[in-house]
């Protein structure tokens, strides 16, 4: 199946049944810093949900790659989700069991991954994945999906079901040129999701030969919704920890500019900010 060739539409999983926050991230090309984003997030959502009087909040990360997901390995966790599980059948996969098979990480999130597999996502019973989606929305507080670029039912429905996609891209032609095609294949698709786009490693007080903001902007055909500093150290620890970020560098530039773009997706900015983070306006102007 080609990368951008759409299935017939699945059922969305049931996310508002109970109200679970849904966050999915995607990268426009490869490297883009999805998973490194997603996990960061995750810790983000579950310390900005304590502050809103959460208490005790259940945050998942759901790795969807089941080729060559990370999740597991950026966060020194074993895997419990297995091929044999995603190939089961929908009906066998319930609350319990995907409870069951969630790691739990020394921060407190949960994760639900399976261990990389040659061919993994060809293997897996696209109504299995989607089960287990299903049955996680009902189990945690917010969920965040880290949704491989190939398009497979349960991409498709993940993205569909999120309350908020964010399309990672770098400061390059290519990476955005990407991003604005992936973008615009989506909504043809399905009209009512548009992503928002997420410019990572982005340089501030850039130097005059990089893109900037406005040039972003230009080549994707609307604003970036959030910028993420470039912090090579503190992610390159963070890995090497098996920790996310925030456990590690909870004062660094990274952490800060992910906690803004989950206050913000949490509807704890105003709706002026919403449109057009501080930072954003003022790289702008
Ligand atoms: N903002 C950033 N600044 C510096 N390095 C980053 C940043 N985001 C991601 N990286 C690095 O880029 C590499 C790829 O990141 P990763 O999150 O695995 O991307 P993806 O999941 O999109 O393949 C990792 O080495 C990660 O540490
Ligand atoms: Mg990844």
Same mark, same amino acid.
């Given at each position: 199946?080609?990368?951008?060739?759409?299935?017939?539409m699945p059922?969305?999983?049931?996310?508002?049944?109970?109200?679970?926050?849904?966050?999915a991230?995607?990268?426009?090309v490869?490297?883009?810093?999805?998973t490194?984003?997603?996990i960061?997030t995750?810790l983000?959502?579950?310390?900005?949900?304590?502050?809103?009087?959460?208490?005790? +909040?259940?945050v998942? #990360?759901?790795?969807?790659?089941?080729?060559?997901?990370?999740?597991?390995?950026?966060?020194?966790?074993?895997?419990?989700l297995?091929?044999?599980?995603?190939?089961?059948?929908a009906?066998t #996969?319930?609350?319990a069991l995907?409870?069951?098979l969630?790691?739990r990480?020394a921060?407190? #999130?949960?994760?639900?991954?399976?261990?990389p597999r040659?061919?993994?996502n060809?293997?897996?019973?696209?109504?299995?994945?989607?089960?287990?989606?299903d049955?996680a929305s009902?189990?945690?507080d917010?969920?965040i999906?880290?949704? +491989?670029r190939?398009w497979?039912?349960w991409t498709?429905?993940?993205i569909?079901?999120?309350d908020?996609?964010?399309?990672?891209t770098e400061m390059?032609?290519?990476?955005?040129?990407?991003?604005r095609?992936?973008?615009?294949?989506?909504?043809?698709?399905?009209?009512?999701?548009q992503?928002?786009?997420?410019?990572?490693?982005?340089e501030? =007080?850039?130097?005059?030969?990089?893109?900037?903001?406005?040039d972003?902007?230009?080549?994707f055909?609307?604003? +970036?919704?959030?910028?993420i500093c +470039?912090d090579?150290?503190?992610?390159?620890?963070?890995?090497n920890?098996?920790?996310?970020v925030?456990?590690?560098?909870a004062?660094? =530039?990274?952490?800060?500019d992910v906690d803004?773009?989950?206050a913000?997706w949490?509807g704890?900015k105003?709706?002026?900010?919403?449109?057009?983070?501080?930072?954003?306006r003022?790289?702008?102007a």
């Amino acid at each position: 199946m080609s990368d951008l060739e759409i299935p017939d539409m699945p059922q969305p999983v049931s996310h508002n049944a109970n109200g679970a926050q849904v966050f999915a991230f995607m990268g426009a090309v490869g490297g883009a810093g999805v998973t490194s984003l997603s996990i960061q997030t995750a810790l983000s959502t579950q310390k900005l949900l304590r502050t809103r009087g959460v208490k005790d +909040p259940e945050v998942c #990360i759901i790795d969807l790659d089941f080729d060559c997901g990370s999740v597991l390995s950026h966060l020194d966790l074993p895997a419990r989700l297995t091929h044999a599980h995603l190939r089961s059948g929908a009906a066998t #996969i319930d609350a319990a069991l995907t409870s069951a098979l969630a790691v739990r990480h020394a921060s407190d #999130i949960h994760v639900l991954a399976a261990a990389p597999r040659l061919s993994g996502n060809d293997e897996v019973d696209p109504s299995s994945v989607l089960s287990m989606m299903d049955a996680a929305s009902t189990i945690y507080d917010a969920l965040i999906l880290d949704v +491989p670029r190939m398009w497979r039912p349960w991409t498709h429905a993940a993205i569909a079901a999120a309350d908020k996609f964010g399309l990672i891209t770098e400061m390059t032609i290519p990476s955005l040129a990407a991003a604005r095609a992936r973008s615009e294949a989506i909504t043809d698709q399905q009209n009512n999701v548009q992503a928002e786009l997420i410019l990572n490693r982005y340089e501030r =007080r850039a130097m005059k030969s990089n893109l900037s903001a406005k040039d972003a902007t230009r080549a994707f055909g609307r604003a +970036p919704v959030a910028t993420i500093c +470039p912090d090579a150290q503190s992610l390159h620890d963070a890995m090497n920890c098996g920790q996310p970020v925030g456990c590690v560098h909870a004062d660094s =530039r990274y952490v800060k500019d992910v906690d803004a773009l989950t206050a913000m997706w949490l509807g704890l900015k105003s709706e002026d900010n919403k449109s057009k983070p501080r930072r954003w306006r003022r790289r702008a102007a």
